[in-house]
């Protein structure tokens, strides 16, 4: 079983367009991220979800919002798409033994490109 | 400010062992240090976590001197396999308390 699973692998879309990429984990941890990675390979938190609190970076625009029906998901929902939103989005999952030592399970990402 | 600090880009053969070090000047007092291994189309994956010392598993060894001001991971007799992108990590948040982003890493190229 994969421990970390996200769909679609492969998104192309128009801009404008609003779309969802969907993130589930089997681990039972207890808190999910969003990260995007761009063409420099650097990796960038988009967001935190820790049960009820939600922690989100800065420079996330608005059009970004993560939902979470139960604590085994965490899906991303993007409105307005426009070509900058063109990267790898990867899902990731932690239990937060304690602060300071985290370690992330990641899924295998998915490929959003803007036209 | 980048909490850590290491090279772009790293080439060697196989069968070497491959020492990559990692810079992080204001590590606190809290902080893990943390290295993931990232394949072309694929999630980064968890290599090994240490505090101090020394710390080793079945696929590599984590130096880290008493300062904690820096870390090498070891990579022992590595293979063509072993080229991926190395990251660093250290704790949960920046300088600037915000939630951590990866680096650039470092990208291993081994050669035959």
């Known amino acids: 079983d994969t421990a970390v699973s996200q769909t679609p692998k492969y998104l192309v879309t128009q801009m404008g367009n609003d779309k969802s990429i969907k993130c589930e984990q089997n681990l039972g941890h207890d808190t999910m991220y969003w990260y995007k990675q761009d063409s420099k390979k650097f990796l960038k938190i988009m967001f935190s979800y820790n049960n009820k609190e939600l922690i989100i970076n800065e420079t996330v625009p608005n059009r970004f919002s993560p939902k979470s029906p139960d604590k085994a998901h965490l899906n991303l929902h993007i409105n307005s798409l426009e070509l900058g939103d063109s990267a790898v989005y990867f899902c990731a999952s932690s239990h937060r033994a304690s602060l300071g030592a985290n370690v992330l399970t990641f899924g295998a990402g998915s490929r959003l490109t803007v036209l | 400010l980048a909490k850590t600090t290491q090279p772009i880009s790293m080439d060697s053969y196989e069968g070497q062992e491959v020492n990559i070090t990692c810079s992080h000047n204001n590590i606190a007092t809290n902080d893990y240090i943390t290295w993931y291994q990232q394949f072309p189309s694929q999630g980064p994956r968890f290599i090994i976590q240490?505090?101090?010392t020394k710390v080793t598993n079945e696929v590599a060894s984590l130096f880290i001197p008493a300062d904690r001001k820096s870390s090498t991971l070891s990579l022992p007799r590595v293979s063509l396999s072993d080229t991926a992108v190395y990251y660093c990590l250290v704790g949960d948040v920046d300088n600037a308390g915000n939630m951590l982003t990866f680096g650039g890493g470092t990208r291993l190229m081994v050669k035959p």
């Open positions: 240490g505090y101090k």
